[in-house]
């Protein structure tokens, strides 16, 4: 065992260089440093000779041993206040334990523009051109729009703008719109040329981006994409505005189970900004609808279909300034019959077992919300034998604001595996995304304290219940083996890793730990750059049991030789290799066969590694996957199996 070294809550920038290099960096002693300060000084490595690129030595050789936190903590500790509370079962499809939900309101999501009043005096934004390789700019010159500037509107006003692409060699461009205001159309004239036209409302007021696109005639890949920015003032008479026609936020189409509860959120929209009532035209039997108990706005259908077949629900909205204003929209439930789900063969979890392979699933983290939840619990609960939060336990879902903690989805997920007998993987503790706007916002001196005080919250609640953590998620550059310029590594370079597992360790001496990375399952740079980083972690004694391999990937994928030396690589380092993330999305042409092949020898590639130990999917059904256009997973939209869930079957069984 190395020497362990204490890692002070303040730092100098000398004291770094000395606490994390060794006696031989140059650095000097640390003097004045408080245990229990509130975090530490920014550090960059830019430009140091021996941190560039993925041979960047930060840490040096020697462990950290952490100060405590400092007390008063940075920010509000949770309280009793925070603790979730019963959800009664008109809001959930869950019949075989209680839920819990949120105590407060419901924390407002701030949808702030990315453009400010300067950016739209500053004029039209400049056009952002895509060049395709082959193409000479100068022989061929970039379509463009004629005549377009920013447009500025009062709530209530009907916004024309005329969109006329044109071409330097004359030709005429095509051109399609990116995304449409609310209620927005994009209209053809029939001369080349087309309108946007946009009534507005008093929801509108602020400034959009409206972003169409001009097609070079010759080379449809050249492109050029033309934002507009539209200013919508408050009118100065809101008896000007339309009076506009309430709705329901649009419901998709489920496939349900009979006799499984089913709910459906009701969001009532009006474009005035008042808040419409709900009705139920032709209610099914036993139907009931319940207003949200955080959100006025909301009301929740909740039924229990009787019969197979098309179930159609008229839902009426009725405004609220002049109830003889109302607007109809309709919902529709594919009813099928239990038989149409039934599965034969061993369960995934069962057949994994026999290989000594823990397998599992990330869950949505509000399934029992859903109208087809019956038929996602009734799935999950069979086949896995491993559960993995797919949101529920970010940053941003658990700790929104400074002092206020959402455990209620957290905990209901904790709850499921429990009743089913799963283990629990705890994901992601550190990550570069999904942190709440003020974190972000925070001096680069605390970072490292709110940090670790994030870390302790989440496990001081769940330590005894999580098997496996995911300590840090994807600390290393999308295609290079650099370490990311995120927001951690530019706090205290790439010792926030060490300083994480650390507190990790700490807080819960017998879980497994892991550093989980994507494109990693193939030879090249990506895989290169963990590796070094992985001999730096151990070299320092770092906590690291196991390394996390993503594996999202296409159904093209062929590289399992690649990914077979990539995991031998990590298990001759001491270490497990757990598939973290499967899914296989489909590309141009591919079969549901070539699907479900590249699942089984990538779980053959794991099965044929003894330090592969866990082996886990993002998610089970393409309806709820994050990739969900290209069809990556075993079940499909309605959750009927696909050929990659047999093939999964016999070769978790050996057969």
């Known amino acids: 065992m190395m020497p362990a070294i204490r890692v002070l809550a303040i730092f100098t920038a000398c004291a770094l260089v000395t606490a994390c290099g060794g006696g031989d960096s140059g650095g000097g002693a640390t003097s004045g440093a408080d245990p229990v300060g509130g975090g530490t000084e920014p550090v960059t490595d830019a430009g140091s000779d021996n941190n560039s690129g993925s041979d960047v030595d930060i840490g040096g050789d020697e462990p950290v041993v952490l100060a405590d936190l400092p007390s008063p903590p940075l920010t509000e500790a949770p309280s009793a206040n925070d603790e979730p509370i019963a959800l009664a079962q008109e809001f959930h499809t869950i019949t075989d334990f209680p839920l819990v939900g949120e105590p407060s309101p419901r924390v407002p999501v701030s949808v702030v523009s990315q453009f400010s009043e300067a950016d739209f005096a500053a004029g039209l934004p400049p056009a952002v051109v895509s060049v395709p390789d082959g193409v000479d700019p100068a022989l061929n010159g970039a379509p463009f729009f004629e005549g377009l500037q920013n447009v500025r509107v009062n709530a209530g006003d009907v916004v024309e703008i005329r969109y006329a692409p044109r071409d330097p060699e004359g030709e005429l461009p095509g051109q399609f719109a990116q995304e449409l205001p609310p209620g927005a159309t994009f209209d053809d004239n029939f001369d080349g040329t087309r309108t946007l036209r946009w009534q507005t409302f008093q929801a509108d007021v602020g400034i959009t981006a409206f972003t169409a696109v001009a097609i070079d005639p010759a080379v449809s890949s050249y492109r050029s994409s033309q934002t507009l920015l539209i200013a919508v003032d408050e009118s100065v008479d809101p008896a000007n505005v339309v009076n506009a026609t309430p709705s329901i936020r649009a419901v998709d189409n489920y496939t349900v189970r009979v006799g499984d509860p089913v709910v459906i959120l009701l969001d009532g929209q009006d474009r005035n900004g008042t808040i419409p009532s709900i009705e139920l035209v032709n209610p099914p039997a ?23 077949g098309t179930l159609t629900i008229d839902v009426l909205t009725r405004d609220a300034l002049d109830s003889s204003i109302t607007g109809l929209d309709r919902i529709t439930l594919f009813v099928k019959p239990a038989s149409e789900f039934e599965r034969s063969g061993a369960r995934l979890r069962d057949a994994a077992a026999n290989g000594r392979v823990l397998f599992g699933s990330a869950l949505s983290p509000v399934f ?16 896995f034998a491993l559960m993995t939060p797919e949101s529920s336990m970010k940053w941003d879902a658990i700790n929104p604001l400074p002092g206020l903690f959402e455990w209620a989805d957290m905990d209901n997920l904790m709850r499921f595996a429990e009743q089913h007998s799963m283990a629990v993987r705890g994901h992601p503790l550190v990550w570069h995304r999904s942190l709440p706007s003020w974190v972000e916002e925070t001096a680069v001196e605390d970072r490292i304290v709110h940090m670790r005080e994030f870390i302790t919250r989440v496990m ?18 999308d295609t290079s083996g650099e370490m990311r310029q995120s927001l951690w590594f530019e706090t205290l370079g790439e010792q926030y890793i060490d300083i994480a597992f650390a507190q990790a360790r700490e807080l819960d001496p017998a879980a497994t730990l892991v550093l989980n990375e994507f494109d990693v399952g193939f030879a090249g740079p990506k895989f290169d750059g963990l590796l070094q980083l992985v001999d730096r972690l151990l070299a320092r004694d770092v906590s690291v049991d196991a390394v996390g391999f993503q594996m999202h990937v296409f159904s093209s994928f062929n590289q399992f030789d690649e990914l077979a030396a990539n995991m031998a690589a990590i298990a001759e380092r001491g270490l497990d290799i757990h598939i973290t993330e499967l899914d296989v999305a489909l590309v141009a042409g591919a079969s549901d066969a070539t699907q479900a092949n590249v699942y089984a020898r990538v779980i053959e590639t794991c099965q044929e590694q003894p330090q592969c130990t866990v082996l886990q999917t993002w998610g089970f059904t393409d309806r709820y996957s994050f990739r969900t256009v290209t069809e990556p997973l075993y079940l499909n939209r309605d959750f009927a199996t696909k050929p990659a869930y047999e093939a999964m079957q016999q070769t978790l069984s050996g057969n």
């Open 368 to 383: 029992y919300l859903q109208a087809d939840g019956g038929l996602y619990e009734s799935f999950a609960d069979s086949e």
């Open 286 to 308: 036993g139907a009931t609808l319940t207003p949200d108990y955080r959100d006025e706005g909301l009301s929740w259908l909740r039924l229990v279909p009787e019969f197979v």
């Open 460 to 477: 001081n609640r769940y330590a005894d219940r999580v098997d496996i953590w995911d300590v840090v998620n994807e600390p290393l550059n």
